[in-house]
C-alpha cells in the first residue's frame, strides 16, 4: 500500500494544505470514481517552506511541490496508481531538470537531520507513529540506566545547548543531578522570538514527542518529577499539537504517575509565553512560568541551584532536547563523531530573505556560511550581489562577503562579532541598508527590552535616536564613536543576554560597513537605496524599454512615459517606496543622494 505524506506545518497549511490533505482524503475513500488504498498522513513541516504545499508518495520517493487542489486527482490517477510522473510538480534544480525525490533536491541532499529526523515522516497527531520510528525507546532504555549513567552518554555526545548560549548540556545536568533539595523541575525553553526563525516551532508542531521524550529523559538524569512546557503564545499550532502528545503519551504510559511500569513519576504541563522576547531568557521565563512579570534576574546564582519556585531546574531549549533521544538511542559517540571538535552534532537554521532557497535546514556544525547559503540556498535571489548574512537572531551580528567561509559554531561567529544564537539566518543582497538593518534590529529590541537595567533600557534608546539621526540625514561623524561606546557599555553592565548582545548588529555593522555609515553622515546617501529621506530615484532612459511595469506598480503616481518609450520619475512626487526599482527586469531604476 502507498503512502501519500502532506506536509501541514504553518507554511504550508497558510499555502492550502490543509483542503489538498482532505481532497486526498475524499477521493481515496471512493467519491470520485477513483478506487485507491493508500495511507496519507499530515506531517510536520518539510523545511522547503516557499515551495508548498508539499507532497510525498512513499515508497516511490516521488515528492510535488507546489501542489493544488486541482491536482490531487491528477496525482492519484497517474503516479499512484500508474506509476507516472506529474512533471509540472517536480522540483527543477539549477540546471533546469526536473528531479524526482527529496534526495536528488539540491534544497535536501546537503542535509544531516538528526534533530529534524522524523519532521516530514511521521503524523504529530498519532503517537503510533511516533512509537513506530522508534520514539520512546530511548525513554525504556533510560529507565534501566542510572542518573549518572545517563548524564554519561551526554557529556560524550558533547552537546550544547540549541538555544544560542552553547552552555554544555551534560554539566547543567550534572550540576542539577548533584543536588539533594526538592522538589526538582525540568523544563523546556519554546519561546521562539527571533524575527524569521521557525526552528523550534517546526519541531513541536511536527515531531512534540521527541521534545517529550528528552524532557523525561532529563527528569529521569536529575531526579524531577514535574516539567513545564513553555510556548511562544503565537504557535497555536504547537500548543495543539504538544497538548494531544502529552495526552497520548501520559494515556501510553510514557508519563505520569507510572512511567512504563517502572513506578517514576513525570507530570509535565504546558504553560503559553507571555508575550515578550525577553521571556525567552532562562530567568525571565522562570518568572513567567510562575505567573509572575517576565523579567531577569542577575544569574550569580544560577537555575540550577535556584529555578523555579526557587528549586533546582533545568531549562533545555526545544532542539537541545529533540536530540536527547537519538543520544541515548544510538549513544554519545555517535552525535560526537559529528560536527567539529569543540561543536558537537548538527544545527538547524532558518535560512531566510534574500536567497533563492528559502527554508528550514540541518547540517553538521562546521557547514561553512557559504555552503549553506550558495550551495542549499542556491546564491542570492536574481543573481545580485551578496552583501551580508545576519546570524543569531536580532541580538547577532551582520557576516560579510570576506568572511563566508566561516564555519558555522559556537565559537567562531563569536569571534568575529556575530554568534549562532538559536539559528535564525537572514541573507542581504546590495540592495540592504547596513545602518537600515542595525536600527531595525535595535527598534526590534527597544520595545522588547523589559526596561529592569538602565544601561539596556537607556543604551537601546540611545542608540535608536542616532540611527533614526543617521537614515534620516541628520548624523554627525561623532554618532559612530558614540555608537560604540554605548555598545561596549551595554555589553559591560547590562543585566541579562538581551542587553549584552543587542549591541551586535550595530557593532559588527560599523565594523565591517562602515563605509555605508559614512556615505550616510557625509555624503546624504543611502548606497542601497533604503532610507528616503537620503535617496532620490531616477530612470536611466539607455536601460529603459518602456515596458510601463515600473509606472503601474507605482502606488504615487509619479513615474509617467508611452509606451516603448524612456519614463521618468517626479521627485517631487515620490516617496520612494523602491516599488519601481523591485519591478524593472531591465535595471533601468537607479538611486541618487539627497542634498543636505
Not at 285 to 307: C, D, H, N, T
Not at 461 to 489: F, P, Y
Not at 571 to 578: D, E, L, N
Request: glycine share 12%; aromatic share 6%.
Amino acid at each position: 500500500m502507498k503512502t501519500i505524506r502532506i506536509c501541514c506545518g504553518t507554511g504550508c497549511l497558510a499555502n492550502g494544505s490543509a483542503k489538498v490533505a482532505e481532497e486526498f482524503e475524499r477521493l481515496t475513500a471512493g467519491d470520485g470514481g477513483i478506487f485507491v488504498e493508500c495511507d496519507i498522513k499530515r506531517t510536520g513541516c518539510n523545511g522547503f517552506c516557499e515551495n508548498g504545499p508539499l507532497v510525498t508518495i512513499l515508497p516511490d520517493e516521488i515528492s510535488y511541490y507546489h501542489v493544488k487542489v486541482s491536482d490531487v486527482k491528477d496525482i492519484l490517477e497517474k503516479t499512484v496508481l500508474h506509476g507516472e510522473l506529474v512533471e509540472k510538480l517536480l522540483y527543477r534544480n539549477d540546471k533546469g531538470e526536473y528531479v524526482r525525490s527529496q534526495n536528488e533536491n539540491p534544497f535536501y541532499a546537503p542535509q544531516m537531520k538528526i534533530a529534524l529526523r522524523n519532521i516530514g515522516k511521521i503524523s504529530p497527531a498519532h503517537i503510533e507513529d511516533y512509537i513506530a520510528s522508534g520514539g520512546y525507546e530511548a525513554l525504556k532504555k533510560a529507565l534501566g540506566m542510572t542518573p549518572e549513567e545517563i548524564i554519561d552518554e551526554i557529556d560524550a555526545s558533547g552537546l550544547r545547548g540549541r538555544g544560542g548560549a552553547g552552555f554544555p548540556t551534560g554539566r547543567k545536568w550534572r550540576t542539577a543531578l548533584g543536588y539533594d533539595n526538592f522538589p526538582k523541575y525540568v523544563a523546556c525553553n519554546g519561546d521562539e522570538g527571533d524575527p524569521g526563525a521557525f526552528m523550534d516551532r517546526s519541531i513541536l508542531e511536527g515531531d512534540p514527542h521527541s521534545v517529550i521524550e528528552g524532557l523525561a529523559i532529563c527528569a529521569l538524569a536529575i531526579g524531577s518529577e514535574q516539567g513545564y512546557l513553555y510556548i511562544r503564545d503565537e504557535y497555536n499550532l504547537a500548543v495543539k499539537n504538544i497538548r494531544k502528545a502529552l495526552e497520548d503519551a501520559e494515556a501510553a504510559g510514557f508519563i505520569g504517575d507510572n512511567i512504563c511500569g517502572s513506578g517514576r513519576k513525570l507530570h509535565l504541563e504546558v504553560v503559553r509565553g507571555g508575550g515578550a522576547f525577553v521571556c525567552g531568557e532562562s530567568t525571565a521565563l522562570m518568572q513567567s512560568v510562575e505567573g509572575k512579570v517576565g523579567e531577569p534576574r542577575a544569574k550569580y546564582i544560577r537555575s540550577v541551584q535556584r529555578g523555579l519556585w526557587n528549586q533546582p531546574t533545568v531549562l533545555n531549549n526545544v532542539e537541545t532536547l529533540a536530540n536527547v533521544p537519538y543520544i541515548i538511542s544510538h549513544g554519545g559517540a555517535a552525535f560526537a563523531s559529528v560536527g567539529t571538535e569543540k561543536s558537537k552534532g548538527t544545527k538547524v537554521f532558518a535560512l531566510v530573505g534574500k536567497v533563492k532557497r528559502t527554508g528550514l535546514v540541518e547540517v553538521p556544525m562546521g557547514t561553512t556560511l557559504r555552503e549553506l547559503i550558495f550551495d542549499i540556498g542556491g546564491g542570492i535571489k536574481g543573481d545580485r550581489p551578496f552583501k551580508a548574512v545576519q546570524t543569531g537572531g536580532p541580538s547577532g551580528g551582520c557576516i560579510p562577503e570576506s568572511m563566508l567561509d566561516l564555519p558555522v559554531d559556537f565559537d567562531t561567529l563569536k569571534a568575529y562579532g556575530a554568534m549562532m544564537g538559536s539559528g535564525g539566518m537572514i541573507v542581504m543582497d546590495d540592495r540592504s541598508c547596513m545602518v537600515d538593518v542595525a536600527r531595525y534590529y535595535v527598534n526590534f529590541l527597544c520595545g522588547e527590552s523589559c526596561g529592569k537595567c538602565t544601561p539596556c533600557r537607556e543604551g537601546l534608546k540611545q542608540m535608536l535616536e542616532i540611527l533614526t539621526d543617521i537614515c534620516e540625514g541628520r548624523g554627525k561623524m561623532e554618532d559612530l564613536d558614540l555608537l560604540e561606546a554605548l555598545g561596549e557599555t551595554m555589553i559591560d553592565c547590562s543585566l541579562c543576554a538581551l542587553g549584552k548582545s543587542a549591541p551586535n548588529p550595530v557593532l559588527t555593522t560599523l565594523k565591517y560597513f562602515r563605509d555605508e555609515y559614512e556615505a550616510h553622515i557625509l555624503e546624504h546617501r543611502c548606497p542601497a537605496g533604503v532610507c528616503k529621506a537620503l535617496t532620490t530615484f531616477r530612470i536611466d532612459p539607455e536601460k529603459c524599454r518602456g515596458c510601463t511595469s515600473c509606472a503601474r506598480a507605482c502606488p504615487a503616481g509619479a513615474i509617467s512615459g508611452s509606451v516603448k518609450q524612456p519614463h521618468s520619475i517626479d521627485s517631487s512626487v515620490c516617496i520612494a517606496c523602491g516599488s519601481c526599482r523591485e519591478t524593472c527586469r531591465f535595471d533601468a531604476v537607479f538611486t541618487e543622494g539627497r542634498q543636505a
